[in-house]
């Protein structure tokens, strides 16, 4: 079965940096696209971008340009999201999911980010 | 503020049929394919349709979707308890060359 497995919760001081990874499963890696989702606390969903794992090009939200970058390992099948200058209105909980443009099927358990001095 | 428009509640009794309406534009809904998502709480989104009525395997068929121009809603029929949740449509906006999704709608299983 399709699985989706992100690292754990971080915590990071106002201006880090924070790496999420996404580790899949049970299909052909190169097949699909890796979407990111994040949901502050008790907010709704922002889709952050994605990224085609087949040519490895990125599409990401405008309000994320410049400070996100989304990659992929081919030979782990993991993917992975980095965030910059991280402000305390990035805390949430972001999300791996297998898909793009909205069609999001299989989704990862979640990365709770917390941003805080 | 969303893109796309959502009731922020619904609710209904269990055996009713309730809708959950999402409201766009040209450059979305008018122009591409409505997705919606159940999220039960501290989970991960699901996806309940895709290409605006179209059911993934598994997804019961009390759940079915539509469109109509701008607009898009999500009908979920002999309504059970378990279907309290938040529910979000999303879609491609060409104008934003990305996904917007709406502010979620929670339903109340009275």
């Known amino acids: 079965q399709v699985q989706l497995v992100q690292s754990g919760a971080e915590v990071k001081k106002p201006g880090a940096s924070v790496k999420v990874s996404c580790k899949a499963s049970?299909?052909?890696?190169?097949?699909?696209?890796i979407s990111w989702v994040r949901q502050a606390p008790g907010q709704g969903l922002e889709w952050m971008g994605w990224?085609?794992?087949?040519?490895?090009?990125?599409y990401y939200a405008q309000r994320f340009q410049g400070r996100v970058t989304m990659t992929t390992d081919t030979s782990t099948s993991t993917a992975y999201m980095e965030l910059r200058s991280l402000r305390s209105d990035d805390t949430a909980v972001y999300y791996c999911?297998?898909?793009?443009?909205?069609?999001?099927?299989?989704w990862g358990q979640g990365t709770l980010v917390t941003v805080s001095s | 503020q969303s893109v796309l428009t959502q009731p922020p509640s619904a609710s209904g009794t269990p055996g009713q049929r309730v809708t959950i309406s999402c409201s766009g534009g040209?450059?979305?809904?008018?122009?591409?394919?409505v997705y919606w998502y159940q999220q039960l709480p501290g989970t991960a989104p699901k996806l309940l349709i895709y290409?605006?009525?179209q059911r993934p395997s598994g997804v019961p068929d009390r759940f079915s979707g539509s469109k109509s121009g701008s607009s898009a809603s999500l009908a979920i029929s002999g309504l059970r308890s378990e279907d309290g949740a938040d529910y979000y449509c999303?879609?491609?906006?060409?104008?934003?060359?990305?996904?917007?999704f709406g502010g979620g709608t929670k339903l109340t299983v009275l």
């Open positions: 999303a879609a491609w906006d060409d104008s934003l060359s990305g996904v917007v």
């Open positions: 290409r605006s009525d």
């Open positions: 040209s450059s979305n809904i008018g122009s591409n394919s």
């Open positions: 049970g299909y052909t890696f190169t097949s699909y696209g």
């Open positions: 999911a297998r898909g793009a443009g909205g069609d999001c099927l299989d």
């Open positions: 990224i085609s794992v087949y040519n490895g090009k990125t």
